[in-house]
């Protein structure tokens, strides 16, 4: 017993001691980075993906199943094809979603009375619920990252975004 007594308490000296070379390690220069558009933004994004998952849809509707939800809701009967545009999303992944939202009771597809060749996505009344409440936990998150900006510096930031994927 003494000596695993002894042989744990080296052990967790040497973490200890792991630890605080750690701690004594310069920071890394990023320099070669920080004029990277795609660096900032990729940060950006992981910030406001991880603020999404504390604070909208409970942890666990994903932020593309969550866009898909509510673009469904504000466009009854729009086509498969119209929503993987619309999210700039294949159509696999799409589907994908499709079929999440659809287990979960949240969506159903039904082909188009107006070309049988589409499947029109419909909210169901479930969905809607959850749309309902998606859309007040997102403002409240997105709110925090908004008071950082003015309007203007808001709609100028939005226009900056959209000069990178418009073509």
Request: no cysteine; aromatic share 6%.
């Amino acid at each position: 017993m003494k000596i695993k007594v002894a042989d744990n308490q080296k052990a967790t000296g040497t973490r200890k001691r792991a630890a605080s070379v750690k701690h004594k390690q310069p920071p890394l220069n990023t320099d070669v980075l920080e004029s990277l558009i795609g660096f900032h933004v990729r940060r950006a994004m992981a910030e406001l993906r991880r603020s999404y998952y504390r604070h909208a849809g409970d942890g666990k509707i994903r932020p593309g199943l969550a866009s898909l939800l509510r673009l469904v809701a504000s466009n009854h009967g729009a086509s498969q094809v119209q929503l993987s545009k619309a999210l700039h999303i294949d159509k696999a992944t799409l589907v994908a979603l499709i079929d999440s939202a659809e287990s979960a009771g949240w969506l159903k597809r039904q082909r188009s009375n107006i070309d049988r060749r589409y499947h029109e996505v419909i909210i169901t009344p479930a969905g809607e619920k959850v749309v309902a409440q998606l859309a007040v936990q997102t403002i409240r998150n997105e709110k925090k990252f908004r008071s950082r900006f003015t309007e203007q510096e808001l709609t100028m930031l939005i226009e900056y975004l959209q000069r990178i994927y418009r073509k």
